[in-house]
Structures are given as C-alpha cells and as structure tokens.
C-alpha cells in the first residue's frame, strides 16, 4: 500500500512539471499551497485530450463509490463530512433535559423519535390509522377534492400540488401557483419510453413495490390495486409537460380566476379543492403552471373508478411514510428508491439519515448551532470579497460584449446592479414555535412538521414579502439564485476545500468558490434568468435581435451538450440541462477574468510547477470530481437540469480561451473546438 501512494505522488508530481512556462520560478516556502490534489493527476491521460480525466483518473480508479451511496465525489464527500458534525449538535442536546417548546427540545425528540427502532416496531401502522381509515371510507368522487387537499397538507403526493410564492410579474405580492404532480417514479419518461429495457424493468419493479407495501398496511386486492395504481400513475404522466417545458417561465405563467377554472378544466370541483387547501379564502386568482395538464387531469378524474382513487391514496400516504414506520416498511422503500432506482445495495447508518430527518424539518434550528460552531467569521468576509471581484468582472464582461446593443447592456448593467447577496447564514432565524414535535411520535412529527411548512407557506398570502428568508439551510453544501428576488445565496458548508481553501493561493479559490459564485450570477442571464428584470419581474428587456443572438449561442450550447453521453444510450439534455451549462461557462470565463485581474498586472506564482492560470481551471475541475453508479446516472440524465460532472469540467474547459493557453491545447486535441465552435456568452 505505502509503495502504490508514494508511486502515485511521484507520477502525479513529475506530470505536473510539464505544466510551467520556461522562466517561471517556484514559489518560496512560505507562499500559499497550490489546493490541487496533484496526487490524482493520471499521467498517463493528457490535459488536452481528457482534462476531467487526467486531473482526477488517480481518483477515479482508487475511488469505489461507498455501498451506501449512489454516487460519491467533492459534494458527496462534504456533505458527508458535516453530518458527524450535526450528529455532535443535536447529541448534545440530547445529553439534557430541555425545556418543552424550545428549538433544542425539538430537535432532540424528533432525533430520538427516529433512533427508537424498538417502539416504531411496535407501532406498525397504528401512526397511520386514523388516514388510512379516512381514505377507505370515502363514499363518492365527490369527496376527491377534499382528499387531496388533506393530503397536500400532510406532505403526501397528489395529482397536483399548490403553493404561495412571489408573483413573477408582481414580486412585491405573494401569488397562489398550482402545479402538475403525483408520479411515484422519478419522471414521465419512467412510464413512457416504451423502447427502453431498463426502464421497462423498472416499471415491473415498482408495480410489485406499490403491492408489497399495500399488503403489509392490510390491503385487500393488492396486486390488482398495483396494476391500476401503475395505470393511473401512466395516464396522468401522459398529460404532464415534460421537464424541458417547464423551464419556461413565460410559458408556466398563466394567472387565472379560480372561478374559471371549471372552464380550462371542467367536471372537477376546484372551488372545493382550492377552498379546503386554504387557498380560494385568501385569493380569487391563482398561476397555472400547465394548462394542459390541469385540463388532462380532469378527464382522468373522471375516468377512473373510486376504488382506484383510494388505492392510490393509500399507496402515496404509505409511500411518503414508509421511512417512518416500521423496518419491513422503511427495508421495502430503500430496496426500491434507494436500490432500483439509485442502485444502492447498502443502507446508510440510521444516525445519518435521522440527521437529515432533523434537517428537514427544523434546519433552520439546527443550522443555527452549527453556524456557532463551525463557521469562523473570516469566511464570510473573504467571500465577500470574492464575490465583490465577481461582480466588477461580469460588469466589465457586459460591457465588452460583441453581440449586445448598447440599449440591451444597459438593462444587463442595471439588472447586475440590484443583485443581492447572501452569505452563511440568514440574518434572521425561523420562527419554530408553531411546530409540535413530540417524542416517541415520529410518524405523527413528519406529519406535523410538514402541515407546519404548508400553514407557513400559506401564511404568505396577503402578507409582505420577507426578502431575508433563505431557501436553504446553512449546512447545505450548495448554493442558489433566486429570479423573483434577484439575489445569489452561498450557505456557510459550501465555503470549504475544495471550493474554498483559506490555506490556499487564489487560483484555486477563484476557480471553485470564484466560479461557483460566478455561476449564480450567470443565473441571473441565463436562458430563464434572462426573462426577468433587477427587480425579480418577468419582463422583456432585450431588443429582439440581442435576443436573438443569445438565442443563437444557447442553441449552438443546446447541440454541444446533446452530444455527451455519460453511460450507452443515454445522452445528456441539452435543452434541460441548459441553464446550468450556461451558468458553468459563463462562471467559470467571468471568475478567469476576476483572477487575472486580482492580480494587478503581476505573474502568479508557480506553485506544485503548476502556473496560476493551470491551477485555476484545476481548481474548477477537482471540484466536479465524481463517480456514479448506473441507475443514479440513468436518474441524472432524465430529470437532473444538472450535466454530469464530467461534461461539467470537460465541456465548460472546451468553450474557455484561457483553458487552451493554459495547457497549450492544439487543433487535432481531443479538447479542441475550433474558435468559432466555442460557445462564449457572457
């Protein structure tokens, strides 16, 4: 073992040394480390022929993907890093008696109520009496829109979901959106593609899980209730919009009366539905995301019998609290999700995914505590400065565009300047109070915990909008924008290696933090990003020949995706996944001009032989470091609007200028295109 690592440091160390310009100089001792991981360089696979391979092959053929997980790499592994350490935080509030209603009373009784495997043996489905009882004894159809909206409640899926966010064309108001919903499998091509064996083995699959679980919860006729379970699952899959329609914000954007709805989608009692949801008292309006769906849900309504309807109840309520129940309940759910559909054969420890039980429904609470541990005050303010260096390069980036009309940037600049930053943690903590958690009671806390949020979300109708709330917790190792409100959210787990290294020199920075930080502005001018102003409306702001030209690249970006194919016969979508390769490209270029420019016309140092510019594309590359298994990746392609991380870091180096002087990539090179082939928008 000793002999294969120090074998590996030595190739990796001797195939960096080609890296450097003649003349260059190593850094002295004291400098900076370089953040490369140079110990996973393969030597035997060039830069310019594979980057994402040669940076990370020592990695890729030493890494076996945990049993426990579905794929692993820098994400993976950080995220995996922090929950030891919430594991510590809420331990720690177990160790003590805590006062009744306080957010660390909450957070260990739920803990605990999901460690307690013994009482949930107990139990069996007793927790679930009372909705199952209900669901058997609904009587007519009529009682369907009521049922629903019950359910919407409880968290359970349903044909359709509905929720309060800000109005896109109104972001000062909140607004009532209604949505297509209620598959069990991870999208419509699921049902679909006929044509494809995988998938059609799947189905089989899930059709025998629908009857296993409805036989363990005393289900007459399951195995008939499955098959029609599956038949209606497949019909409302039929109308649904596919993921690649639903990227159109201007399209999803079809406010309606509520009276009116009767008219898009008749023979369905909406008046009911929405007034027991909680809606049709706050609002008269509500946003049709799809109105076709709305229309084919209703003819599906009606075709199909009361009793499938029950039994298609009862199987989403047992489907979203099998992980709560009993283990011949949670054991059939992770065979099925986490095994047929994610090929994962090993269940992670339970303490694990008790943590992320935690996170779901009091993470906030829980980000609180780990905030006052784990984020050092010096993080916040160097990634304020980063991200003020993002800003000024994407400035300069609009204003030496080729194919923009000065009218066009001057709304770009505007749009640039209204952004709004947040880092680490919100300024203002969640309000828990109103959430019961009771220990001993997990079924009953998930229930709870999610009528909570939905009571919460209500609440926002007729109500100003808070513009401090996050959309995601401190801990999460990921980062987000936001068009309603135009803003870029960096929580505090993702200002870690490998894509922030307080040790290291700011090539890597700029390369990982840099460009992710870069990537969410990009956001704001994305294909989705682009129809909404500095104030978070949709609105046209583009002549339409600037439009036009956009459109042109993201077509040309569409066609270089469509071609990458991360396992046979599955190839990514250029067209789904086009927003986040725009956010890529235009990150990773904006963040490139943000480095050159930090360094105030002086050569950076050479450090591990390699050059500041190679370590930067480095940087980038390390951080798309991954492996995954094949159902996962069959999973990715068909509904993540995310590229595999491979295409991520060989597809965005393929567009970059600076990458092929970096690296000294030639016409003939695998990673070669032909400067008019490089996708280059902002």
């Known amino acids: 073992m000793k002999r294969t690592l120090l074998s590996t440091l030595v190739i990796g160390l001797m195939a960096t040394q080609a890296y450097a310009h003649e003349g260059d100089h190593p850094a002295p001792s004291s400098a900076p480390i370089s953040g490369i991981d140079t110990q996973y360089i393969d030597a035997g696979v060039r830069a310019q022929d594979d980057f994402f391979t040669h940076l990370n092959g020592g990695w890729l053929k030493a890494t076996k993907i945990p049993d426990d997980k579905s794929s ?44 307690n495997e013994a009482a949930l043996e107990k139990l069996g489905t007793k927790p679930l009496a009372g909705e199952l009882s209900a669901i058997r004894g609904l009587k007519d159809k009529k009682a369907l829109p009521g049922m629903i909206a019950h359910l919407t409640r409880i968290g359970v899926a349903v044909p359709y979901g509905v929720y309060i966010s800000q109005d896109a064309r109104n972001s000062t108001q909140h607004a009532a959106s209604i949505a297509q919903s209620g598959l069990g499998l991870p999208d419509r091509d699921y049902y679909l593609k006929k044509d494809d064996a995988r998938l059609a083995a799947v ?6 899980h629908i009857e296993k679980l409805l036989t363990l919860a005393g289900h007459k006729n399951a195995a008939e209730d499955a098959k029609a379970i599956m038949a209606l699952e497949t019909a409302l899959a039929e109308v649904q919009w596919t993921k690649v329609d639903n990227r159109d914000p201007v399209k999803r954007y079809n406010k309606t009366e509520i009276a009116k709805l009767a008219e898009l989608a008749p023979g369905y009692d909406w008046k009911d539905a929405l007034g027991k949801a909680g809606i049709a008292t706050k609002t008269d309006t509500i946003i049709v995301n799809q109105p076709s769906y709305l229309a084919g849900f209703a003819k599906v309504a009606e075709a199909t019998d009361l009793n499938t309807w029950k039994a298609y109840f009862e199987w989403q309520l047992l489907r979203d609290a099998s992980p709560y129940l009993s283990k011949a309940f ?42 006052a541990q784990y984020f050092p005050a010096d993080r916040k303010a160097r990634m304020e400065a980063l991200v003020k260096n993002l800003m000024a390069a994407y400035k300069d980036s609009i204003d030496n565009l080729d194919w923009m009309s000065p009218e066009t940037k001057r709304e770009a600049q505007a749009k640039l300047a209204k952004f709004t930053t947040k880092i680490g943690y919100p300024n203002k903590w969640r309000d828990y109070s109103g959430l019961s958690i009771v220990s001993g009671d997990l079924a009953g806390n998930m229930r709870r915990a999610a009528e909570f949020g939905y009571k919460r979300n209500l609440a926002k109708l007729g109500a100003p909008v808070d513009r401090e709330e996050w959309g995601m917790t401190p801990q999460t190792v990921n980062a987000y924008y936001r068009s309603t409100t135009n803003e870029i959210v960096f929580p ?15 090539a890597v920075n700029y390369g990982g933090i840099g460009a992710v930080i870069g990537h969410e502005i990009s956001h704001g001018f994305d294909d989705k990003g682009s129809q909404s102003d500095g104030d978070g ?56 001009k943000a480095y050159k420019l930090s360094l105030g016309g002086k050569p950076a140092p050479v450090i591990d032989k390699l050059t500041g510019e190679q370590r930067f594309y480095m940087g980038f590359g390390q951080v798309w470091r991954s492996k995954m298994r094949e159902e996962a990746q069959i999973k990715q392609v068909k509904t993540d609007p995310h590229s595999p991380g491979q295409f991520r870091a060989n597809g965005t ?26 996708v280059i928008i902002w």
């Open 72 to 115: 692993w790499g820098s994400f993976a592994k950080l995220r995996d890093d922090t929950l030891p350490q919430l594991r510590g935080l809420i331990e720690d509030a177990q160790k003590t008696k805590q006062k009744q209603g306080t957010e660390a009373q909450k957070i260990a009784d739920l803990y605990t109520s999901y460690m």
């Open 203 to 208: 189905r089989e699959k899930y059709v025998a």
């Open 653 to 678: 180096m393929k567009n970059q200028p600076g990458f092929y002087e970096a690296f000294g990539v030639k016409e003939g090179d695998p990673m070669y295109l032909a400067p008019a082939q490089r």
């Open 537 to 592: 409306n949709l609105r046209d702001w583009w002549s339409a020949s600037d439009r036009a030209n956009f459109q042109a690249k993201a077509d040309a970006l569409t066609k270089q995706y469509d071609s990458y194919s991360p396992l046979p016969g599955y190839f990514v979508n250029g067209a789904l996944t086009l927003g986040e390769n725009i956010a890529d490209n235009s990150g990773v270029a904006v963040a490139y």
């Open 330 to 371: 949670s054991d059939a759910d992770f065979a099925f999700y986490s095994g047929v559909i994610n090929g994962v054969t090993v269940q992670e420890p339970r303490w694990k995914s008790g943590v992320r039980v935690v996170e779901g429904a009091i993470g906030e609470g829980l980000g609180k505590l780990y905030v």
């Open 492 to 506: 505090a787990a993702i200002l870690q290696p490998p894509f922030f290294d307080a040790r290291a020199d700011d």
